[in-house]
């Protein structure tokens, strides 16, 4: 018999192809056949999914280390971790959606725009916004981590790391506050926010064995650098919009 996939001969009895790896798939289909081949993957120990997912709360040195010092087969692979947590959270937040206009309600000022629309929109658009958002992280990363010598590439995998972490927290606060306990809009957000930043400070201070007073002195840095780039970015989206409204 020959492997399907590279053709070449397989010897008797083989689970895998000798030459391509390809595993040997000799039974039609099946539904059970179909978890185990195309979601089951995802979500089991021997693809490392649950492996990576509770490592990067316990050893998060060793998952980000792993892959850009070329054991690529350890952990989960770091941008497919983030496509499925993007996917992840557009289901979760589609299924649980979140009253914005309660956050409108409760700052008791007039919203200058639709929140509910931008969000609507915000969470349609989600994989590409993460997708989009890893680059400037990663960019902030290695402006600010500089002297440890990692480049943007490896930042790249640290952040697709970290922000898909710090996105499944996200999730499981809004369940636990906001959909379970139904704690109001800013609890939400300000522990949201919190967990965070802080999420983010223990991975890279676990990665680059930082004492905490560093660990905050980086942490201000970020958080200014992001403050910096938000304020451009909506002032960038004013002068558009002004352009636009003449």
């Not at 040195?61 to 070329?70: F, K, M, P, R, T």
């Not at 989960?76 to 959606?97: C, D, R």
């Not at 007039?110 to 658009?125: A, L, Q």
Request: proline content about 3%; aromatic content about 18%.
């Amino acid at each position: 018999m020959n492997c399907k996939s590279c053709q070449a001969i397989l010897p008797q009895d083989a689970s895998f192809c000798p030459a391509c790896g390809s595993k040997i798939v000799t039974g039609r289909l099946s539904l059970q056949g179909t978890w185990t081949e195309f979601i089951g993957p995802f979500f089991n120990w021997d693809n490392f999914f649950w492996r990576t997912f509770l490592q990067l709360f316990t050893k998060p040195e060793e998952v980000l280390g792993a892959y850009v010092s070329g054991a690529r087969k350890k952990y989960f692979h770091p941008f497919s971790y983030l496509i499925i947590y993007g996917t992840i959270a557009v289901l979760f937040l589609k299924l649980l959606p979140m009253d914005w206009k309660e956050m409108e309600a409760q700052t008791n000022q007039k919203p200058e725009f639709d929140m509910t629309g931008f969000m609507e929109t915000y969470t349609s658009y989600y994989n590409f916004f993460m997708i989009g958002i890893i680059p400037v992280f990663a960019w902030m990363g290695w402006i600010i981590f500089r002297k440890f010598r990692h480049n943007f590439a490896e930042h790249l995998v640290f952040n697709s790391y970290i922000q898909a972490q710090v996105g499944y927290l996200t999730l499981i606060t809004q369940l636990i506050l906001y959909n379970i306990l139904s704690l109001d809009m800013n609890t939400y957000t300000i522990v949201s926010m919190l967990l965070s930043f802080s999420y983010g400070a223990y991975g890279f201070a676990r990665l680059y064995q930082l004492s905490l007073g560093k660990t905050l002195v980086y942490t201000l840095i970020f958080i200014g650098m992001l403050l910096i780039l938000l304020f451009l970015v909506s002032l960038i989206g004013t002068i558009i919009a002004l352009s636009l409204g003449k």
